[in-house]
């Protein structure tokens, strides 16, 4: 099990005076993205995690690596091939980029490989799960498979042949192919053909005795002879290429936002190649024509000598083996909205008005905060208005269901649907044109901005007036990532929160210039400038500051500069970031007081939480919500951060973060060098602080 990841980049070549200055202080993005990566793929490897768990972890790092291809990637090549010459923060051009991702890439999928083939296959094959190769089943098998090529594969099949007649066909991204070599006994000619492995079955064909596992692209090889009847199958060799997916709006130039990403969608199918995935095999003759029809250099191409697209070891999440999986978690509804009478829901409103709500996802039900709050609000006769942002959602929410119904009951409704989520946009396309239909007021994200914040306004006419019910989140309005995303969210009827979001649903619906918000960081406009300035009330008490900053992603150079000026001062920073971070900690002089971990477990830590120990007078402040420390949040989207006041739920604000802190099980430490280690216990075994444990323990205790 892996306790050290990274490639090592020490300093000291360079006093502290002159790191300050020096692109060195900052780590790039990309790489430490990367790192991230390899921290999924250490869980694949660690005895502790339950065997199918492992497996899934090595499809979450595959696919995680397909997207970075998709969009981080292919960025890179466009500004090589644009020719532009910026440097990122640490200095490095995108062809430097392009060159250590694929140092840092080939080592990784050589040890996706090893975990998977050496680690996993052994290991799956004694509990019963064998993964096996055509070439070992005996003739009954075969029989067996046979009879599910000609039922269920050969229909779907399409092979396409390369001649003078037939040119070199479109090859989708992140599709399964097949190279073969035809060969024609009447001409003796070799011909190249394509056949595409159908992903609409699964990847994997399970044998009669539910336990043996052969891969499709295999089957299909198996019986190539019925493909090309007449002709000789020879060589053939398994390929895959993943192609840019990023969505390039020129949106001043839009007169239609919704038609415009429609047919961007329509684009991103014939996107330019960035990467060849191919058996290890293969041909020279089938590299060099594959390289050259899809415009690919010699560093696109990772060979592989296991199956292709180790994502598809998803599938076997479906088995019915509880035994090799996680224990299941049944969130628990969170205690104050919780009734004493099976046949009486709570009333939310109630609820909320008497004090704030703090929701802790998955430990505690979305289902039965967030989605029951909407569900409430859209029958509720009081209920005058719903105001929402949808970012992201899935096909199982009952909230599209409770804006319909609403809107359908008179009362005023408008969604804010974000049709640039990256990957998201047909569904969101989809969502948004339902909910049109029923009268819902739909707007579709704004020029030049996403619309990235997760928030919900109630307006409710009660007997003493209009009184307003607000949610901000951590987490999109989707209860199938609400069950894996650890994710906070607010319900609250503060009337200076309400009052800001009506200013924020303004904005975004209407016209408006710098409106004024009293509690709610607000991005593009706010969040940059507020946290520069509590980072700065912190440094400004020396020793006595503390910071604690909990996010996703720390990439913004001057914030992670005023974290280093405030280590310089001697304040203590403790960052507790999951994925990307580009601060380099614990280096004498420069950031000695801040200290960088990551949670990597069972459930994706999502949420972000920003505490200052003196806040802007002197008492502490908490604020959770949508942005992350990056540039693309702080200028580029719309995000919220909101206060959270109550004195008990700071308390369990602080509980998320002392827990996160002592973590000796699932946490990483970033050190000096940009080295990743693992955290152990203080004897030096295996920690038993478990994050993610201690939170279902929280969750099951009894509480106010």
Known sequence: MNT??????????????????????????????????????????????????????????????????????????????????????????????????????????????????????????SAGIVFSSYDDLDAEDRSFLETVFEERIFPVLTPLAVDPGHPFPYISDLSLNLAVVVNDPVTGEHRFARVKVPNLLPRFVVMPDGERFIPLEQVIASHLDVLFPGMEPGTHYAFRVTRNADLTVEEEEAD????????????????????????????????????????????????????????????????????LKDEPWAPITQPRLTSTDPDEPVDFFSVIRDRDVLVHHPYESFSTSVEEFIRQASYDPAVLAIKLTLYRTSSDTSIIESLVRAAERG???????????????????GWAKELEKAGVHVIY?????????????????????????SHIGTGNYNPKTARLYEDIGLLTADPAVGSDLT?????????????????LLIAPSRVRPGIAELIANEAALGSNGHIILKMNSLVDAALIDSLYAASQAGTRVDLIVRGICCLRPGVPGLSENINVRSIVGRFLEHSRIYYFAHGTDGAPVYYIGSADLMPRNLDRRVEALVPVEDSQLKERLQQILDVNLEDDHLAWRLGPDTMWNRVVASDGNSGSFDTHRRFQALALEPRN
Do not use: C
């Open 411 to 429: 009362k005023q409704v408008a969604a804010l649907v974000e049709l640039k989520a990256r990957f998201d946009e047909k569904k969101n396309i």
């Open 4 to 125: 050290r990841l990274g490639v090592s980049r020490p300093v000291v070549h360079l006093t502290p005076a002159e790191l300050a200055a020096s692109p060195e202080r900052f780590l790039n993005r990309e790489l430490s993205w990367l790192d991230f990566d390899a921290r999924v793929l250490a869980l694949a490897s660690n005895p502790d995690v339950p065997l199918l768990e492992r497996a899934k972890f090595v499809a979450i790092f595959a696919q995680n690596l397909d997207e970075f291809f998709q969009v981080r990637v292919a960025g890179l090549k466009d500004q090589v091939a644009a020719g532009l010459g910026k440097l990122t923060a640490d200095g490095l051009t995108a062809a430097q980029q392009l060159r250590e991702i694929h140092e840092r890439i080939s080592l990784l999928v050589s040890q996706a490989e090893d975990v998977f083939i050496e680690q996993l296959v052994p290991v799956l094959a």
């Open 256 to 323: 239609d936002l919704l038609e415009t990403i429609e047919l961007e969608l329509r684009r991103r199918r014939f996107g330019r190649a960035v990467r060849l995935e191919i058996d290890t095999n293969a041909s020279q003759e089938i590299l060099e024509l594959l390289t050259e029809e899809l415009d690919l250099q010699a560093s696109d191409v990772y060979r592989f000598s296991g199956p292709l697209d180790l994502g598809g070891l998803f599938g076997l999440m479906t088995l019915d083996r509880p035994d």
């Open 503 to 519: 200013q924020l649903f303004n904005l975004l619906t209407g016209f408006a210039r710098d409106p004024e918000f009293s509690k």
């Open 445 to 469: 994200g704004l020029m030049g901005l996403k619309i990235h914040t997760k928030t919900t306004l109630v307006v409710r006419e009660e007997h003493d007036g209009i009184r307003r019910y």
